[in-house]
């Protein structure tokens, strides 16, 4: 199927779904370059967790992050729109029943399955680059907060419209910048296969879902751009590269040059 058929699907799971027939979830952060974007990530989100903490991994893809955490000692609920991720993740558990992790397949728009109040922390680390309404996005957050405890945490991820701009053309597709998938005057890339947003657009709505903003981060600054480079650094180099990134990532002059964002949130505004 092509972007532009999969694009007029109506139903938000089989057009997710029919997504990722495309883009393969399970080996997305395998490489050193893409790395870069987990442990960021990982490192940021550390500083808002208690041993034990109860976590919701909204749109848990292949079960990356909760896998982690639920091995650090978490308790894990992951929810993922796609059949394939979810059974993916089950999977995982099956070989490692020790974790406390639950796995369902559901959508961000409706949590209804958890009682008001259940998490310490909510990821929602990709709905939030599938949701292409204002409505639907605010909906989203309408259910995290009210899953979150009132003294919780939110880690929100987007992808960044200016950074796509250079991924696009200068390492994917030479003739990008002629083509006409993004406006030529005000550079906003179209909302498809993913959504895109400016760092301002991301503040905006978080600010309008009732989220008090605590930490932004570049969390893969370069690493797409520069992904074959940095992928053929050996692994002391890499290794001080992602130092390099961590001393960089939060530095409010560094957010707009990453094709992730991520944005650490409190739940008590
Ligand atoms: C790029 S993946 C990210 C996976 C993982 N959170 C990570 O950061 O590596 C985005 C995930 O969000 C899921 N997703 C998209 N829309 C969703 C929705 N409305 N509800 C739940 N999951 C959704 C997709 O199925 C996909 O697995």
Redo the contacts with the bound molecule.
Sequence with gaps: MTFSEIARISD?TER??AV?DI?N?EK??ASKSAQV??LT?IRIISRYLKPGSKIL??????G??SLYLAKAGHSLSA????EK?VLSIRQKIAEQPDLDILALQ????DLSAFAAGSFDLV?C???L???DSRQ?QQR?LEEIRRVCKPDGHIAC?FINNDMVIATESLRYNSSFLLEDSYDHSTFKVEDFPFVFHTVEACRVVLREGGLRILTEAASDGLSELMAEKINSLDDASWERWLQYHFYTCEKPEFLGSSNHLLFVCANDK
């Design positions: 938000d997710v779904s990722y883009f979830e997305r952060l974007e987990f990530t991994d909204l749109g848990a893809g292949t990356a992050y929810v993922d729109l796609v991720h559901g959508t961000a728009l990821l680390l990709g709905p680059y599938h949701l639907s989203c991820a």
